[in-house]
Every structure is written in structure tokens, then in C-alpha cells.
């Protein structure tokens, strides 16, 4: 006994590292494949199963500090599994009917061959970090397991030894394992039980409650368990019908000891987590073609209104199969946008079952006339206006917002509503007297339809008719949560600044005809030396390219540009793709296409994705310092990658950036100028440009080449908007051939380095971009709110009448109101913000103009004594929330003291520590 007890704690100290030494707070089953990936990420450890997950998922789920788990069936396998036919015949024994599988004689050296070959191994190089064993108890269906018992525990202790010997930092659960000898025990890193206190059965399919016997049994079982090991989680597994009653039953079972997960019989719907989930997702409808989400107005003009509150959009054309998984455990509702009224009973009627379940729909566009879409909307009926219309605005915005101009009747159905049952922000009563409500909020989400929405203007352009981000927050039931924010860094905006590779050899019409880049190095890049991303095109610089005799003057140049400290290096392609998609299915010889073609013109050259990017990566890094590769890949020509051109970028270890389309002006549209931060491509994640470049600003580059300094324009209509973006000063090489378009780009920097500004990388911008798309929200039950994602927020927008707890937060320095909204700074690793309504008293940081990447403040009696860090792209200037405060530790800095604050300020554009005593 006392060896066996000393070879058990050998094995224990052995694998340590397999345990590891913090615990996880929640582990999730989830065995679907439509769940947004955010939602995922509030678990620790995540089984899922590898047929149903996708390499993009799993690359998310590990950089958000997830551990995905693969599901591997160790005693038996079904009929209708893809390796079914691989499998040893003579290792398969009876069958189990319930599930149409066959056990697996775990005692032949083939089939434990086969388990580890082609179940588990596969997973291990698809991206897993570990596996859960379930059906260990199979064997017990069989004859021989009967009869044999030992002999299929000790096959399973062999199978489990190999995937330690194989993976000594994997973790391994096991479900049950009530019959594993000790020396397996020692192996594993958490124990499974089902039904605990509620289960299902799926012979009666009803769901039912454990017995106080059965339960017993349970914990006798697990009282050898946690004997021999105390280290390890035990996690429970129960099953409930109603999602509502799911939270109160995790609570249950973890005051037994367990982490819980509770879900449905399928494990398709999400388990709750302590802290809790803020749910973020919106899901949302739209009527264009699966894969062609650029097309739609839901994602154009809607995705900025949710990104504006803080959500993120999940979208699902109505064209594909409705949703088989729940929808109340991972979204917060649910928006749709009907551009063509067609056939949508199902849909409405699934819509609808969503709504009863307390999920509010939004209704957009058109609606269908079928009687469940009306009855969806909470109409009596709907009809079209006749006549002459007169209308009626009820809310502050209506026709009172981007447009005063209320739409003549053009033949839409609208409907007719019980007004007291909903909350009308306008009413069209028609020469017949009908009243209709075109707008309005209700107790099931909210509706607004065309041609209600917009005003129609030149070429395409729209004029909101009403504040639309107001009518989102109040149809969505919105409550209050601190939202990401990408348009703000340390209480000011954040300005980038980056150059496509176009036009990088082209000849500049200045003495000397000097290449463009050469004249954005000199006058723009050396004059102004804040942040700049700057990419080139490998075909026009490369002596392997198109312009093989200017490559002997343009090499140079793009390698003392990429010299330069404040430049962060990025590719622009290897040709130049103008359309991306057509290169998804593989290289291929294109025809050429209008003026453009659909690459540049390289003799010989079929355009293919790795060519483009890896290729075109590996070329830059040999022009680029060692110590500064290639960061960022900008898209091309369209810029709309499909899923491969995504993968490939992510799988380089490069963010992307460039595509989307805001500009808005003052004479064309405004918000509806203004597009998304981000667009889903299947499970990859394309980033926006924030703002567009001067080739929309001058006519496609046909003149007037100062056109570009309309954006300037287009950077105060954000800014009055409520900053919807940073500021973003994008443009091509091309720009430094002209002289106005030369002048136009010096006075748009001037403008923007005229503003408190914190200048980024556009590496930092999309990183900050990706981490609002890519975290999910938690809140404990002290109302501490926490991040659990890709990288974590380093601005956070909260309602005017909230401040934060900085004494009860932790990572959370101060804030800045600006532009009508109130900004947060956080930093650190895991930031948690609790919430006020009372300002702080004590002395905070309200601004500075770079990151800042140290914080610390203790009262030390009526003195506060503060530590700061800082890391920016200009001279620091840095703002104290403080009557006064002295230096007493780090650089020499200069302080004044002024009405708003004590300014700091000094020439290096670093700190690591400067300590402070403050009052």
C-alpha cells in the first residue's frame, strides 16, 4: 500500500505541469458549430467536437487563453462517423442501440492504435490542446466487458499513459472513470460526472431530476476521487429544459463542489460562468446571398449602429438554413433587415418563438406580409398609405436628424398598430384617415421601414431620418455595460496614419523628377514623425518585377523608409489583386478586365494567394531591418478577401487591414457614409480601414488632386457624430508625385497633429479592433466588469451618468469626456472596472497622448502616491486629474499646474516608471 501510494505521488509531482497550478473557474461542452467565438471564450477549458470546429476557431480560442479540448469517444464509435469505416471490424463489438454505435474492444493493441492514430493525434495537430474521454463505461454493454472488467480499465490506463508519454502539457479529462486504476488516476487533470442533479432521458426524452440515492452513489464514487487526487476539478454536467433555470442550478452545483456546466442533452447551448457573461452578440439577418455580406444594407449601414452600443454583430443571411442551435443563451437579440419583402413565414415564425423566449427583434427594410411577420411586429394589419400623407413626428430625432425631407407614399406596406401597446416615434395618417406607425419601439423589440429610414440622395446617397443608434439602444432593450472602444486612446483620439504601396516609382513632378516615395520620405514621413505603416507592392520594387530598372533606386529607398523608428513595416500584395475572391479557389489565369485588369500586368505571372502574401512578406523582410518584419497586410484593388486570403494572413502572424468604405461629407451621406470596424468572413475577421484614402477624395485620381483635404471634413462630421473613428490618414505613394496633392497631405497632417492626439501603429489600431470583436464580457457578482479575449480593451466607453470605482478597479487610471461620450483608461494584463455613479475624489489620469502601460495609486494620508508608464510615437504629454503633484521618482519631466489639471510633459516619447505624489 505504501508504494502504491508513493509511485501515485511520483506520477502526481511527474505531471505537474499537466495539472497546472491555477485552476480553471469554468469549463465548457459545447458540441456545435454556430456559436459566435467570443461567446466561447469565457470558458477556460473548452471540449468541443473536431469535426465541428474550424482551424480559424481554435487559433481564437487559444490566443484569447482558452483551452480547446477535442471530444474523443474512447469505448465506442458511431456508425455515422467519418473514421467508422477505418476502424479494426474485428475490434468492434456489440452494439449500443441508443446511439446506433459499435463498442470498441479496448484490449487489442489495433484498436488502441487506431484510437490514438486516427482520433487522437489528429486533433493534437489540428490545434488542440488536450482531449475529453468520454464512454469509458462502454465496455460494460458488452459480454466481454462484463466479464473482463479489469482488462478494459487497464487498456484505457495504457491509452491515457500514451497520450500523456505523447503530450506531457495536454489536458486530459475523462468522464466518470469510476473504474481507473490509481496509476491512470495520477494521469488526468479533471473527472466528468453527468446528471448530478438534473439529467435527461433519451429513451422518454424528458428531462428529469436525480434521485438522493442515485447521488449518494455518486459521491461515494468520487470519494476515491478526490482521495487520491484533491488537485483536480471535478466538473458536473446537468441538463435543464428552460435556459432561465440554468443559473440558478450552476450555482447549486458549484456550492457541491463542482464547476458546472449546464446545457441541453445535444451540448449545444451555452453553460452560464461565474463571473457571468455580458451577452454582446447581436445576430443578425440579412437578405443578400450567403458570403456576399458586403451587399447588404444590415451590414453597411447597420453594423456601425451596433458597434456604436457596444455590440457585435453575428451575421446569417436569410437565405441560409434557419439557426439549429439555441439563441437565447449566446445572443442579446436579434435585428433584421428585409431589403426585399419576400417569402419569410418560417423565418418569421422561428423569429417569433426567439421573441416569446424574451430575445427583442428589430425589423428593418421591408417586412413580409405574411401573417406571422405581422404578428412579429405586434401589428393589427398593413396596408398601404393613399393619398395625400400627413405626418406626425413623436420622438425628438424624427425628421429632425441627418434630414427634415419626410417621403412622399411610393406603394410600401406599412403597418397599422395598437398605439398603446407601442411606443411610436412617428405616425402617416392617408387621405383616408388610416394612421399608420412606420416607427416604433414595442414590448417585442422595435420596427422602422422604408421608406422611413433614410432619405434618398444623389448617386446613392442616404440622410438618416431619425437617430437610428438611439432607436437601436431602445428596440434592443440595451443595458448599461461598458462598451470597447477603438477611436480613443488614453482620453484622446487616436490618430494613424498609412500608405498603400501604389505609386511607390512613380516620378514626382518636382526638380529632379524624384520617385513619390521619395517625396513622402522626405516631406511627410522625416517632417512629421509620428506613427506611419507604410507597405510596398513586391512587382513594382522588385528587380524580378515590372519596373526592373527603377528597382535599383526604389529598393533603397524602401529600406531607408523602413528604417525609420516611427515607420511599422506592411505589405501591399505581390501584383496588386483587384478582386479577391476570384483567387479563393487557387491560381488561376485571369483575363484582363477594364482599365485595371485584375492584377497588375505581370508577363507569365498567374496570381495566387501565396505568392501574395506569404511571398510578397518574405520578400519586404529583406528590404526591412531584422528587428522590424513585415506587421501588417494591407488589402488590394476591392479589398474584400474571402476566408483562405484571411487564414493565410492570420497563419503569418500579420493583422489585416484596408476595405470598407467611409467618407462620409458634408454634402453626401453622413452616417450612412460610415461604415463598420470590422466584417466576419466565415470564422476569420477582415478589419476595416477607419477611414478611407485620397483616391475617393479625387475623382479615382483623375483630379483635383487636392481633393484629399476634404477629409478633413470627413474627420469632423465623425467627431460631431460622436467619434465614430479615429483619425485615419490613408493614402497611396502616389499622392507625393503631385505638388496640391502633396500641399493637401502636409495641411492634413497639420489639422490632426493640431488636435490632442495619441498617435498608434495601425498594427495597434487593428489589434484594439480585434479585441472588440474577438473578447467576451463577464460581470461578478460584485459588479467588477472583465474582458476574457484576443488582447484586452484598452479604452472603454461608459454612460455619462456612471464614473469609475478606481479604488475598487483594478487596471483603471481615469478618464476623459470628450466629443459627448465618457472614455476609461485601462491597462494592464486583466483589467476589471467597477462602476459608480459618484466622480472620483482622488487624484487620476485624465489624459495623455500615448499608451500607457503602468498604473498604480495608494493614499498615503492626504497625499496619493501614483506610478505611471508610458509608451508613444511623440514628445509625452501626459494630464493629472490633481490641485498639484510633485516628481518623486524617474526621468526628469516638466510640470505646470493649470485650471484643468497638472501637464506633465517631456521630449522622450518613453517611460517606464515616473512616480508621483499628488494631492
Sequence with gaps: MIRLFLSILVSLVFYSGASHASQPENIGFYYGNEAPVASLMA??????????????RLDDLRRAGTVPLAYISLGEIARDHKQYRQAPAKGLLEENKAWRSRVFDLRRE????????????????????????????????????????????????????????????????????????????????????????????????????????????????????????????????????????????????????FIPYVSDPDLLRLGPT??????????????????????????????????ELGYVPHYRSTQAPLPKEPATDRFAGIVVWWETAGQSNRLC????????????????????????????????????????????????????????????????????????????????????????????????????????????GPDDQKYWLFNPITFMAEALRKPSFPAIDVTTETGRIILTSHIDGDGFVSRGEFPGAPLGAEVIEDKILKTYPIAHTVSIIEAETSPKGIYPATSAEAEPVARSIFRLPQVEVA???????????????????????????????????????????????????????????????????????????????????????????????????????????????????????????????????????????????????????????????YYHFYSGTKPSALHALQDIYDYALSRPVTSLFLSQYAKRAETAYRSVLMRDDDGRYQWRGIGQPHTVRIDLGQYPDIEASQGVAGYKDDAGKRFVHLTGASPALKLT????????????????????????GNRWRISLGFE????????????????????????????DGVHISTAGQRIDRLDLECQ
Design 349 to 456: 415564425n422561428w423569429l417569433m418563438r426567439q421573441q416569446q423566449a424574451g430575445l427583442p427583434v428589430v425589423v428593418l427594410g421591408q417586412v413580409p406580409g405574411e401573417r406571422s411577420c405581422k404578428q412579429l411586429i405586434g401589428a393589427v394589419a398593413l396596408g398601404t398609405p393613399s393619398g395625400q400623407l400627413d405626418s406626425k413626428p413623436l420622438q425628438p430625432s424624427f425628421a429632425n436628424y441627418e434630414s427634415r425631407r419626410l417621403p412622399a407614399a411610393d406603394g410600401s406596406s406599412l403597418p397599422q398598430v395598437d398605439t398603446g401597446a407601442v411606443t411610436p416615434w412617428a405616425t402617416i395618417t392617408d387621405s383616408k384617415n388610416i394612421e399608420y406607425t412606420p416607427v416604433y419601439t414595442f414590448s417585442g423589440g422595435g420596427v422602422a421601414l422604408a421608406p422611413y429610414l433614410f432619405e434618398p
Design 872 to 899: 508613444g510615437h511623440q514628445p509625452l504629454d501626459i494630464t493629472m486629474a490633481a490641485k498639484r503633484c510633485q516628481v518623486t521618482g524617474g526621468p526628469a519631466v516638466k510640470i505646470k499646474t493649470a485650471t
Design 837 to 860: 455613479e459618484t466622480p472620483p475624489s482622488a487624484p487620476y489620469l485624465r489624459s495623455a497622448n500615448a499608451v500607457l502601460t503602468r498604473w498604480t495609486r495608494e493614499q498615503d
Design 274 to 307: 461565474q463571473p457571468s457573461r455580458v451577452k454582446r452578440q447581436i445576430l443578425v439577418f440579412h437578405d443578400a446571398p450567403s458570403g456576399q455580406l458586403i451587399q447588404s444594407t444590415a451590414h453597411i449601414q447597420g453594423g456601425v449602429l451596433l458597434d
Design 571 to 729: 505589405s501591399h500584395s505581390y501584383s496588386h489583386p483587384f478582386f479577391w475572391n476570384l483567387l479563393e479557389d487557387g491560381p488561376k489565369k485571369l483575363p484582363k478586365f477594364a482599365d485595371y485588369g485584375y492584377s497588375l500586368d505581370i508577363p507569365g505571372y498567374t496570381p495566387k494567394l501565396e505568392t501574395e502574401i506569404a511571398g510578397s512578406v518574405a520578400y519586404i523582410n529583406k528590404l526591412a531591418p531584422p528587428s522590424k518584419p513585415v506587421k501588417v497586410f494591407l488589402w488590394t484593388g476591392d479589398a474584400f478577401p474571402g476566408v483562405n486570403a484571411l487564414r493565410q494572413v492570420r497563419e503569418a502572424g500579420l493583422v489585416n487591414v484596408n476595405g470598407g468604405d467611409t467618407h462620409p461629407l458634408k454634402y453626401e451621406s453622413e452616417l450612412a457614409g460610415v461604415w463598420p470596424v470590422a466584417r466576419p468572413v466565415g470564422d476569420e475577421l477582415q478589419i476595416y480601414a477607419p477611414v478611407m484614402n485620397e483616391n475617393l477624395y479625387t475623382n479615382l485620381w483623375h483630379g483635383p488632386y487636392y481633393g484629399f483635404r476634404d477629409v478633413i471634413e470627413t474627420f469632423k462630421i465623425l467627431e460631431r457624430l460622436g467619434r465614430l473613428k479615429p483619425i485615419s490618414i
Design 110 to 257: 489495433d484498436v488502441q492504435r487506431f484510437i490514438i492514430d486516427q482520433l487522437v493525434e489528429p486533433a493534437f495537430k489540428a490545434g488542440f490542446n488536450g482531449v475529453f474521454l468520454d464512454t469509458l463505461d462502454s465496455f460494460q454493454l458488452t459480454e466481454a466487458g462484463r466479464a473482463e472488467p479489469e482488462a478494459f480499465a487497464a487498456a484505457q490506463q495504457q491509452i491515457i499513459e500514451k497520450i500523456r508519454n505523447a503530450h506531457p502539457k495536454a489536458r486530459i479529462l475523462v468522464n466518470r472513470g469510476f473504474q481507473l486504476p490509481d496509476a491512470a488516476r495520477a494521469l488526468v487533470d479533471g473527472v466528468v460526472v453527468e446528471s448530478y442533479r438534473r439529467g435527461y432521458n433519451p429513451d422518454k426524452k424528458r428531462y428529469t431530476r436525480v434521485s438522493d440515492s442515485d447521488r449518494a452513489w455518486l459521491d461515494q464514487q468520487f470519494d476515491k476521487w478526490r482521495q487520491i487526487r484533491p488537485d483536480i476539478p471535478f466538473i458536473a454536467i446537468d441538463y435543464i429544459e428552460e435556459d432561465k433555470d440554468a443559473d440558478a442550478l450552476a450555482r447549486q452545483l458549484r456550492s457541491d463542489g
Design 43 to 56: 470558458y477556460d477549458w473548452l471540449v468541443l467536437q473536431p469535426d465541428r470546429v474550424s482551424a480559424s
